[in-house]
């Protein structure tokens, strides 16, 4: 079964731009709404909006809030996340295809994807 967040929430993600190198994605939700356990590859967020969120990898679980402007860079990993707030998220991802040039960890929990 694909993690791959286009398949796993297509509602929610949507491909911008894509070449070999790269894959940039938009992802919108509003209060309430979740996403189904899927992956990212290594990649750099940057927040359009103001959020709060719950993520969910195994049985941890994290909640954080981002202020819009943020940029993070997100180790590769795996996980579900929920708007548990009262505002939307608008995030960009932009997802690298080439692979780390040092063996990296998926980390439970990353720093703060959708």
Same mark, same amino acid.
């Given at each position: 079964m694909s993690h791959d967040p286009l398949e796993t929430n297509p509602e929610l993600y949507r491909?911008?731009?894509e070449?070999?190198?790269?894959r940039v994605l938009e992802y919108r939700d509003r209060p309430?709404?979740? #996403?189904?356990? %899927?992956?990212?590859?290594?990649?750099v967020m940057y927040t359009l909006t103001s959020f709060t969120r719950r993520l969910i990898s195994g049985d941890q679980q994290r909640d954080l809030e981002l202020d819009a402007?943020?940029?993070r860079w997100l180790g590769a990993q795996e996980?579900?996340?929920e708007n548990i707030g009262d #505002?939307?998220? %608008?995030v960009i991802f932009v997802e690298l295809k080439?692979?780390?040039?040092?063996a990296s960890a998926k980390g439970p929990l990353g720093p703060s994807a959708p």
């Open positions: 491909v911008i731009f070449n070999e190198r790269v309430g709404d979740r #996403t189904t356990p %899927h992956d990212h590859p290594d990649s402007g943020q940029t996980h579900a996340g #505002t939307e998220t %608008h080439e692979p780390a040039p040092v």
